[in-house]
């Protein structure tokens, strides 16, 4: 059974910063794909930025050049370094983890920015 616990939101001013983690747990990962994901109240689920077992990694237009998605293999935890927020990121963060033809997700983290 695989499990995914997120950790990490909060609350942070415009152009601060966040890191989020998501610890992967139950299972042997060899080839997989993790991803976070984010949704914002009264928003669909849109994804932020991916990271594959081949190191491939992609991020959504929004983000880039202010997130950093990266994985520490050896404790098959997944991070999402967040700088220069900006008040449209504030939403549910959750991490995804595709593996063997199958979805997992987390349990979501609130990530607020204001000032």
């Known amino acids: 059974q695989v499990q995914l616990a997120e950790s990490g939101g909060g609350l942070a001013q415009p152009g601060g910063s966040l890191r989020l983690s998501c610890a992967a747990s139950?299972?042997?990962?060899?080839?997989?794909?993790m991803g976070w994901y984010r949704q914002a109240p009264g928003k669909e689920r849109e994804l932020v930025a991916l990271?594959?077992?081949?190191?491939?990694?992609h991020y959504a237009d929004a983000v880039k050049g202010r997130f950093t998605i990266s994985r520490d293999a050896a404790k098959s935890t997944m991070y999402l370094q967040m700088d220069a927020l900006e008040s449209d990121d504030t939403a549910v963060y959750y991490c995804?983890?595709?593996?063997?033809?199958?979805?997992?997700w987390g349990q979501g983290t609130q990530v607020a920015v204001s000032a």
């Open positions: 990271i594959d077992s081949t190191g491939y990694i």
């Open positions: 139950g299972s042997l990962f060899i080839v997989y794909v």
């Open positions: 995804k983890l595709h593996l063997h033809g199958r979805d997992y």
